[in-house]
């Protein structure tokens, strides 16, 4: 068996083979004991300890499932947080019922899968998680690799050991794999190098710009400017590197909150703290000067940007793309590929930067100053549609997202439960957008005000004139 990728070392205690980094593990689907196709994914959220076994085998693969079951038992209250899953490496004799009687043979029947498929199936599995070539004898016995894989709860594969282990060994590394689950709170950050860059660069820019313009002219920008720009940064890192984000893989109402973070917080904020001035000023001269370029009125980018914060078009842009990413086959996805994960987010922001900045009007102004009842009917039309989609997620009595049913239940709340509080977020968050609208409407009457006041003041003038 080739560990390409094994490390002897490993900032955790592991005393089996820890690999590092962490290998990415492949999905497949096969067929348990009990006739029940599983995948490797449906167990998302939990530990997994997967490896290669079959029924006929007269001496290594007992003593394996002897110590699969051993280690069970050392794991206690921890084993519903782990699933033991066993693929076979004998689909021509371990069918389904001869699986089902060799688990009740070891009294493993509920606590583990052992599961079979076609050569087809189970050929690239057996490559991919290093059992060798399989073949067999003319006694009927097969050759093979027991390799045992422990896959974290995200899917990466951490550790891996050969069929000589000690269950205390294996339990113990598979507790260390459920520590950080057990307490996002206190241990679920997720120190991403690549966030943290980019939030550190635009926060240096727009800090390094607001002092220069501060010098320049104390009226140029506020101090709540800055104090903006810094909550909306917060807000980034609170929803993309804090417990939230691991908690949003556990439960679906923390994903709503990381979501509200990405949606309404963070890019409002930004925009309302007028950011490109400050972060113009705080770029090199000749950085500064392409920046301009492209923000001159006749660059195509101007005019796309111009287009895009229409208020039509922009309305119709965030809410395709929030009820798209809410849609079970895409929000499935996300949650079962990083990438894919990562892009919801960044389309999350971008499309609600692009929505909010009608609102915000921060510099460039591209479309003047927007009637105040264009404004509100804009707002009106968007808390109408956030409740919708609260109401389809949470009133529906079956789980939308099978993802979080296989998630352990560590906070003893049912994942029907856990949607409907997850709706529920949605629903009541696009309240929030009562606020910009009372603002909106309370600039509306003092503008109205004001202009009344000169009018009468403007008669009073006349009048005293021809006195």
């Known amino acids: 068996m080739a560990f390409a990728h094994v490390s002897g070392t490993s900032k955790a205690e592991f005393r089996r083979t820890p690999l590092e980094p962490p290998r990415e593990s492949l999905n497949f689907t096969v067929t348990d004991q009990f006739g029940k196709r599983v995948s490797l994914t449906d167990f998302r959220g939990k530990v997994v300890a997967l490896t290669f076994l079959y029924t006929y085998c007269p001496d290594v693969c007992p003593l394996v499932a002897q110590k699969i ?38 009294d493993m029947l509920e606590n583990w899968h052992f599961a079979t498929g076609s050569q087809e199936e189970l ?68 120190l991403r190098p690549d966030v943290f860059f980019v939030v550190a660069l635009l926060g240096a820019a727009y800090v390094a710009g607001w002092v220069r313009l501060r010098r320049l002219n104390r009226l140029a920008v506020a101090a709540w400017q800055l104090a903006l720009y810094g909550g909306g940064l ?38 309302l703290a007028d950011p490109l001035p400050p972060i113009l000023w705080g770029l ?21 940007l111009w287009a895009l914060t229409l208020l039509p078009v922009t309305w119709a842009i965030y809410v395709v793309n929030l009820w798209a990413w809410h849609h079970p086959a895409l929000y499935q996805l996300a949650l079962r590929k990083d990438w894919v994960h990562d892009l919801q987010h960044v389309l999350f922001f971008s499309t609600a930067a692009l929505f909010w900045w009608p609102i915000a009007s921060p510099a460039p102004r591209l479309h003047g100053l927007i009637s105040y009842g264009y404004r509100i009917l804009y707002l009106v039309a968007a808390t109408l549609q956030n409740t919708l989609l609260g109401m389809a997620i949470s009133l529906p ?48 009457l003092m503008r109205e005000e004001n202009a009344m006041r000169e009018c009468e003041a403007s008669e009073h003038n006349a009048r005293a004139t021809e006195s």
């Open 234 to 271: 917060t807000a980034i890192l609170a929803a993309l590197v804090s417990p939230i984000d691991a908690l949003a893989e556990e439960r679906l109402s923390m994903h709503m909150v990381q979501h509200l973070l990405l949606l309404m917080i963070a890019p409002l904020f930004l925009l």
């Open 397 to 444: 009595e079956r789980v939308l997202y099978p993802f979080y049913a296989a998630v352990p239940q560590l906070r003893s709340v049912s994942p029907i439960n856990d949607q409907a509080l997850g709706g529920g977020i949605i629903w009541v968050s696009g309240h929030m957008y009562l606020i910009p609208i009372l603002i909106l409407l309370y600039s509306m």
């Open 284 to 304: 090199p001269k000749k950085v500064r000067l392409g920046f301009g370029h492209l923000l001159a009125r006749p660059s195509m980018f101007r005019s796309a």
């Open 69 to 106: 079951k051993e280690t069970r038992r050392l794991l206690g209250n921890n084993a519903s947080r782990v699933v033991f899953l066993v693929v076979t490496v004998d689909p021509e004799r371990d069918s389904v019922a001869r699986l089902y009687e060799y688990s009740n043979k070891f």
């Open 123 to 190: 050929r690239p599995i057996w490559d991919y998680y290093w059992v060798g070539k399989v073949w067999k004898s003319e006694d009927g016995e097969v050759a093979h690799q027991a390799p045992v894989h422990l896959v974290d709860p995200r899917g990466k594969i951490r550790v891996v050991t050969g069929a000589t282990f000690k269950p205390a060994d294996l339990a113990h590394d598979i507790e260390l794999l459920l520590r950080p689950y057990a307490d996002p709170f206190l241990s679920g950050w997720n």
